[in-house]
């Protein structure tokens, strides 16, 4: 996971989040009804944080004015490029122990065996 990074919006951008979040008029329209404020906030912080490289589910105020918010970047193609690669080569060195793991128990189970079934010799 990345960590928290503080952004400021610019004030156009405030106005269109706000604009986002006022109440429209609901219109008799055969098509059905229209975004709720919430859906249109959540679009608009979408577009911001596309825009800006952020995921907008991560937004929280920081208490220094309204412009003002943290969030945790957006993964660029490269990052989730090499996370995907560093998680592959976690996943072989893992598979890699286990499989160690298990011959080492056969290969002392077959010792155990082999020397159980040699006849001792007497002197």
């Known amino acids: 996971m990345y960590p928290r990074t503080n952004y400021e919006m610019t004030p156009a951008d405030l106005e269109k989040i706000l604009d986002a979040c006022k109440p ?71 598979e890699v122990a286990r499989i160690e793991g298990e011959i080492k128990t056969l290969q002392d189970k077959l010792t155990e065996i082999l020397g159980a079934s040699t006849p001792n010799e007497k002197s």
């Open 24 to 94: 429209v008029p609901m219109i008799m329209l055969q098509c059905g009804p229209g975004l709720s404020a919430q859906e249109r906030a959540n679009d608009a912080w979408a577009e911001l944080g596309s825009r800006m490289g952020f995921d907008h589910m991560t937004v929280q105020p920081t208490g220094n004015g309204d412009r003002f918010f943290t969030a945790v970047p957006s993964e660029t193609e490269q990052h989730r490029n090499d996370r995907l690669l560093r998680e592959k080569e976690e996943a072989q060195r893992a």
